[in-house]
């Protein structure tokens, strides 16, 4: 069965701290890869995404993700968070062709205090 | 641009009671998505639809149906509602599948209590 696994439950950090999130799928082939943030009492919102070339990607408010394929990993990080970021984070999988559907991991929640 | 509207925002349901959620976008999408969040759970698909008259199903589909009969609109039935449907059920719609280049755009969530 397809899955995606995130590895922390719920993360407390200080603001300034370094944060990484883990993220593994059980796909095999080619996968489409995001992270989803979603900020208390909003929706979900895209936090940046990889589908080929670079593994080390970018997104929105410093946050960065690395593929690594051998290790069916796509990891969140940010260097240093802010109280802002405080929200939960998802992680999303999908295989690369057409008729598939986004499957999210359970989520983190990060609490991050000032 | 009203994007990804839900109605309705909040909902309480007895036990065996039906109910239908709508989705409609107005950004042409082909891709629509239903999905529940509940606590520590993330969010499970429950029904897609890659398609004006299409559907299939995702990971959690039962108890559950589905309707696509226009392009920008995407309605989920609850033909005898269950406590076990208690959840925040989103919406979702995007340009292709495959997703490259194709972020899902949420709506904002439809509460479900079940009694």
């Known amino acids: 069965a397809q899955s995606v696994s995130q590895h922390n439950h719920h993360v407390i950090l200080s603001e300034a701290a370094s944060l990484e999130l883990g993220c593994n799928y059980s796909?095999?082939?080619?996968?489409?890869l995001f992270w989803y943030v979603q900020y208390p009492g909003q929706h979900l919102q895209l936090l940046l995404k990889?589908?080929?070339?670079?593994?080390l990607v970018k997104g929105i408010k410093g946050f960065e993700a690395e593929f690594i394929k051998s290790k069916f990993s796509f990891n969140l990080r940010k260097p240093s968070v802010q109280w802002s970021d405080t929200a939960e984070y998802f992680c999303?999988?999908?295989?690369?062709?057409?008729?598939?559907?986004?499957?999210f991991g359970k989520g983190t929640t990060l609490s991050v205090s000032s | 641009n009203a994007g990804v509207t839900q109605t309705p925002k909040f909902r309480v349901l007895k036990t065996g009671q039906s109910m239908t959620l709508l989705c409609a976008q107005d950004?042409?999408?082909?891709?629509m998505y239903w999905y529940r969040q509940d606590p520590g759970m993330g969010l499970r698909l429950i029904h897609y639809?890659?398609?004006?008259?299409?559907?299939a199903k995702g990971e959690v589909p039962d108890g559950y149906n589905v309707s696509r009969l226009k392009k920008q609109n995407f309605l989920l039935g609850l033909e005898s509602a269950a406590p076990s449907q208690t959840s925040v059920y989103f919406c979702?719609?995007?340009?292709?599948?495959?997703?490259?280049?194709?972020?899902?755009?949420f709506g904002n969530g439809t509460r479900l209590t079940v009694t």
């Open positions: 979702a719609s995007s340009v292709t599948g495959g997703h490259i280049n194709s972020p899902l755009h």
């Open positions: 796909y095999g082939g080619t996968v489409n």
């Open positions: 639809s890659v398609g004006e008259g299409t559907t």
């Open positions: 999303a999988v999908n295989r690369d062709q057409a008729g598939t559907a986004l499957i």
């Open positions: 990889y589908f080929s070339g670079d593994p």
């Open positions: 950004m042409n999408h082909e891709y």
